[in-house]
Nanobody, 117 residues
Framework: QVQLVESGGGLVQAGGSLRLSCANS????????MGWFRQGTGKEREFVSSIRWSGGNTYYSNSVKGRFTISRDNAKNTVFLQMNNLKPEDTDVYYC??????????WGQGTQVTVSS
């Protein structure tokens, strides 16, 4: 069973930084893509960023482009999200996801990010 575990969330002031990590603690697998989504109370889950496991192509939502950076450690099946210049509107629960082929097959439990103004 694949088990994605996020870490690194917390409380930070506006303008600050956090680094999220997502590691697979379960059955070993090779994803085709890994990424981050976020969801606030009463809101739909929205795409934040993703990275292709082979080739390393990265993708960002317009709201985080230029502030967030996604990266990966292939050997450890770990993906990171460096979040800089955080804004109060970035406050959400952040979820890690992994896909094999098309779509997203596995999800983490989420980590809370709170940005105070």
């Amino acid at each position: 069973q694949v088990q994605l575990v996020e870490s690194g969330g917390g409380l930070v002031q506006a303008g600050g930084s956090l680094r999220l990590s997502c590691a697979n603690s379960g059955r070993t697998f090779t994803p085709s893509i890994m990424g981050w989504f976020r969801q606030g109370t009463g809101k739909e889950r929205e795409f934040v960023s993703s990275i292709r496991w082979s080739g390393g192509n990265t993708y960002y939502s317009n709201s985080v482009k230029g502030r967030f950076t996604i990266s990966r450690d292939n050997a450890k099946n770990t993906v990171f999200l460096q979040m800089n210049n955080l804004k109060p509107e970035d406050t959400d629960v952040y979820y890690c996801a992994a896909g094999i082929g098309s779509g997203w097959n596995y999800w983490g439990q989420g980590t809370q990010v709170t940005v105070s103004s």
